[in-house]
Every structure is written in C-alpha cells, then in structure tokens.
C-alpha cells in the first residue's frame, strides 16, 4: 500500500484526545450560525472512505466546539488509533468523524439528539436539503440504528444493520473538504479551491495571491493559479495545492499529462519536501534535485524506506536503459526490466 502523510497541526495535537469534555449545559439552542455564509450551499458530499491516518483534523475539532458551545457539557470522541496492521477501515482513524455521547434510551438525551439532527438535516422526508450538513461537509450520521447519507440523501433515514447500533452515541463523519475546515461554513465560499486558498492563509500563504481565474481541466477538474504556485480541485484527487520548486517543476513539465492532479499540499520533511499525485510523485532536496519517482520503481522505492532509507532522495527522473527504466538516488539506484518485471536495487 502506498504510503500517504499528512500535515499534523499544533491545534490538532493539542485536541486529539478521544473523549473531549464540555462545561455548561445549554437547552433548546441551535448553532450560531457564521456571518458571512453565502446565499449557494456546497453539494451533497459523496462517499470518500478512509484511506490514511492522521490526527483530528481542523475542522473535525472546530464540529466538536460547535457543539460543545451549543449544548454544553458533553463526551464527544474525536481520535481512533491506527491498527497495527495499517488497514484503514474509519473516518474516525483519518480524523475526520466524531462520536457524540447519548443515550437513545434516555428521554433527555434522545431529545436533544433530535433537536441536533432536526438542524442538521432538516425534515427526513425532503433530507435533500439538508443545508447546514451540506455546509458542514457531513457524509454520514447514524443514530439509534438508523443512518443518513449525503450520497443517498432522496432516500432519507435508512435502517441501519452494522455490528454496533449506535444507540449510545451520534457518529458523524465528514468529508475531506469538511475534516479540512474548507466548506462554506468555515470559510463563507462554496468554491473548494478559494475554500482551500483561504484555509492556508490566503494573500499570505506561501501561495500568495490569485493571479488567474478558474480554469476547466477535462470535464471534472479546475485550476487556478497564485502568485507562488497553483490549487487544482477535482471529484478524485480533492483540492491542493503545489508551490516553489516542485511546483516549478510539476506546472512547467505539464506533469498532470503522466502524473495526474495532487491528492496532497506540498509537504515538508527533514532535508526535504514532496508532493504525492494520483500516479507518483515528486520529490525536493538540496542534494537531489527535484525529481519524479513513480509506479514500481516507487514502490520499490518506499519497500527501501522511502528518503528515510539507504537509497536517500531521488537524484533523477525516471530514464531509459535497455531493456527497461532506472531512477537514480543520492544513495544509489532502482532499475525496472520490461521483460521479467523484476526490480534492481543498487547501493552505493
């Protein structure tokens, strides 16, 4: 499996404990919504199951406060540890689902819980609009054996048959936009690239400001391009951004033609940076250069500890020799044989 890092920020580590605890009691409230959400509401979220681990993400913790801030003293599970086995199988393990802490059986608890999902998704028989939950990015909830899903929203509160009926907690699971705090709740713009523009810090972002309007790539992507680098959005790979010199690289290349869009912002390692696309990626370091590695030579690559290990960074870009391609790397290099499939590790 191929491996995807994530930034993890201060805020994150700071909330990332499982059960985060509320002060005050609050009755009969709704939340307060922002003052500058626009008059659109983002789409209905489509199912993005989880792929990676990461902490509690920004906007699964600003959720949390919400509700804590609405409805006072309350137990709300944010984080789920990996498995050892790295086999990613909940949102809660992305940081981007929370469990709220009610009794169905409770007549108390049962109301409030209702009052909360009556604001979140509004009348079950017309769940489509659902507006507050399309402007939070709620994916699913489930409660008391029942489950709502934006992807299936016409079909409103379905019976729900999972191993757990969730009759002692609300499950909340967000999409990546709205684990990200990039909706329009948080950022008063349904557009998901100046949603994504802004959460980085906007004019003073490494990004900078926009130098472009939005353009259509194919038929499901957009671009826009800043200052420092470029956001590019798309159904698949989400929205991120690339910026200095592997976005240098990366636009000037017209890399999207063999490595298609970025699913991750550029990322900072030690001695180092990387952006991964949906088919490789592309790696920066003082010694190496900047460099794509991909399909098995990557994978040979990341079974070698990726920069960590021996190998180091890569040194080149993917190159022909006969009867196959090598990468080189500061510590040596991986050749691929067309012929057999086989992969040859070379250490200096």
């Known amino acids: 499996m191929r491996r995807r890092r994530t930034r993890t920020t201060a805020l994150a ?3 990332a404990a499982a059960a985060l605890v509320g002060t005050a009691t609050t009755a009969g409230a709704a939340p307060a919504q922002p003052g500058n959400l626009p008059r659109d509401v983002d789409a209905l979220s489509r199912y993005e199951g989880a792929t990676f681990c990461a902490a509690p ?10 509700l804590l801030a609405t409805y006072g003293r309350q137990t ?44 979140l998704i509004g009348d079950p028989a017309n769940a489509a609009n659902a507006t507050n939950a399309r ?3 709620v994916m699913y909830v489930i409660w008391d054996r029942k489950v709502w899903k934006a992807y299936q929203a016409d079909a409103g509160w379905q019976p729900y048959t999972g191993p757990n009926p969730h009759t002692d907690h609300i499950h909340i699971s967000l999409n990546r936009s709205g ?15 100046t949603g994504h523009w802004i959460r980085l810090g906007g004019d003073r972002s490494v990004l900078g400001a926009p130098v472009s309007g939005a353009r259509t790539l194919g038929r499901t992507a957009t671009r ?6 470029a956001i590019f959005s798309s159904s698949a790979a989400g929205t991120k951004e690339v910026h200095g010199a592997i976005g240098q690289k990366y636009l000037r290349e017209n890399l999207s033609a063999s490595l298609g869009l970025p699913v991750t912002d550029e990322i900072r390692l030690p001695g180092g940076a990387f952006n991964h696309f949906e088919y490789g990626s592309v790696y920066f370091s003082p010694r190496g250069g900047t460099h794509v590695v991909k399909g098995a030579i990557r994978d040979a690559w990341a079974r070698q ?19 196959g391609k090598r990468s080189d790397f500061v510590g040596g290099s991986v050749t691929f044989t067309w012929a057999d499939g086989k992969i040859d590790v070379r250490l200096r």
């Open 179 to 193: 684990a990200a705090a990039e909706t329009s709740w948080w950022t008063g713009t349904t557009d998901p690239i």
């Open 13 to 15: 580590l700071g909330l």
């Open 135 to 137: 402007r939070l990015g």
């Open 305 to 323: 500890g990726w920069e960590t290990g021996r190998l180091g960074y890569p040194s080149s870009d993917e190159y022909d020799v006969p009867g």
């Open 224 to 229: 826009r391009d800043y200052q420092g680098g």
């Open 76 to 119: 709300i599970g944010t984080a789920r540890a990996c498995p050892a086995n790295g086999k990613v199988n909940s949102e809660h393990m992305e940081g981007r689902a929370l469990d709220w802490m009610l009794d169905a059986a409770d007549p108390a608890d049962q109301a409030q819980a209702q009052e909360f999902l009556r604001w």
């Open 57 to 66: 993400q920004a906007g699964t913790i600003a959720f949390r406060n919400l």
